[in-house]
């Protein structure tokens, strides 16, 4: 399985932003999430949103402003992102099982 992460851009405070996880080789069936790293940080969970149910768990730092959904028709995950903040910058990565993307740079600026 290949994940394919893409959306990450230079953008200021405040604007939205989606990112996507498109999934090669296999339909998605767990659950899927969204983790990030900063510079000279650890990764840290963001989201993830579960294969069964569908259900969505948010780290507290974005919780009210992102949003984890699927797509199964285009076998992909989204990760919309708004109010973004100068913190949230990041390298976002999307996980599936053993599996990892390569990553999407999302810089916020103040």
């Known amino acids: 399985v290949q994940l394919v992460e893409s959306g990450g851009v230079l953008v200021q405070a405040v604007v939205n932003l989606i990112l996507f996880c498109a999934a090669f080789?296999?339909?998605?069936?767990?659950?899927t999430i969204w983790y990030r790293q900063a510079p000279g940080k650890v990764r840290e969970f963001v989201a993830t949103?579960?294969?069964?149910?569908?259900?969505?768990y948010y780290a507290d730092s974005v919780k009210g402003r992102f949003t984890i959904s699927r797509d199964n028709g285009n076998n992909t995950v989204y990760l919309q992102m708004d109010n973004l903040k100068p913190e949230d910058t990041a390298i976002y990565y999307c996980?599936?099982?053993?599996?990892w993307g390569q990553g999407t740079q999302v810089t916020v600026s103040s």
């Open positions: 996980n599936l099982e053993q599996y």
């Open positions: 080789g296999r339909a998605i069936s767990g659950n």
């Open positions: 949103i579960t294969w069964s149910r569908g259900q969505t």
